[in-house]
T-cell receptor
Framework: EAEVAQSPRYKITEKSQAVAFWCDPI?????LYWYRQILGQGPELLVQ????????DSQLPKDRFSAERLKGVDSTLKIQPAELGDSAMYLC?????????????FGEGSWLTVV | AQTVTQSQPEMSVQEAETVTLSCTYD???????LFWYKQPPSRQMILVIR????KQQNATENRFSVNFQKAAKSFSLKISDSQLGDAAMYFC????????????WGAGTKLIIKP
């Protein structure tokens, strides 16, 4: 069964350093999402792509976070500089919306610890 | 704005028994989709079951079934013959065209299985 691939699974970085996460969605899925999840809470949407275009990045802290999906396939989420409060799980997800309301599938997540 | 409410922060059930997790939502739309996701300690978000609002029949997936009451805006999840592997956070989520098909999440219910 096809899966959403994410890397790295775990990242420890020092405050003020740069960090990047990579996501490869399920083949053929035009919609890609990046979420942030604090332990014990639900996911918070950071950015939504439709192909290579940003649909919604209203919750993305743009002073330090950036996301791109240049060829409309895989995507990178970058944080620079990282802050202690950025410690969280970063989840990537994708969906094929040829049929409206299709299921959104999630990767295993990238766990970030900022020290 | 659409909201999703899970009123049970934590539930526990004896192994092999049945448990029901509650979810209510608020919307003025008629076209939407509802999901239950499971997030075990490994943290990957896994789809349990989905329901299209236009379908009157309740969705079922093996030991998992829903009680979808559209007029009452209720979408509860029933887990039969509970197993130790069912222990996880369970999130109810709503998706509709009005919100760019983004998932709107409940706060989650932690399910504990007692051996």
């Amino acid at each position: 069964e096809a899966e959403v691939a994410q890397s790295p699974r775990y990242k420890i970085t020092e405050k003020s350093q740069a960090v990047a996460f990579w996501c490869d969605p399920i083949s053929g899925h035009a919609t890609l999402y990046w979420y942030r999840q604090i332990l014990g809470q639900g996911p918070e949407l950071l950015v939504q792509f439709q192909d290579e275009s940003v649909v919604d990045d209203s919750q993305l802290p743009k002073d330090r976070f950036s996301a791109e999906r240049l060829k409309g396939v895989d995507s990178t989420l970058k944080i620079q500089p990282a802050e202690l409060g950025d410690s969280a799980m970063y989840l990537c997800a994708s969906s094929s919306d040829r049929v409206p309301g299709n299921t959104i599938y999630f990767g295993e997540g990238s766990w970030l610890t900022v020290v | 704005a659409q909201t999703v409410t899970q009123s049970q922060p934590e539930m526990s059930v004896q192994e092999a028994e049945t448990v029901t997790l509650s979810c209510t939502y608020d919307t003025s739309e008629s076209d939407y989709y509802l999901f239950w996701y499971k997030q075990p300690p490994s943290r990957q978000m896994i789809l349990v079951i989905r329901q299209e609002a236009y379908k009157q029949q309740n969705a079922t997936e093996n030991r998992f079934s829903v009680n979808f009451q559209k007029a009452a805006k209720s979408f509860s999840l029933k887990i039969s013959d509970s197993q130790l592997g069912d222990a996880a956070m369970y999130f109810c989520a709503y998706r509709s065209p009005v919100s760019n098909y983004q998932l709107i999440w409940g706060a989650g219910t932690k399910l504990i299985i007692k051996p």
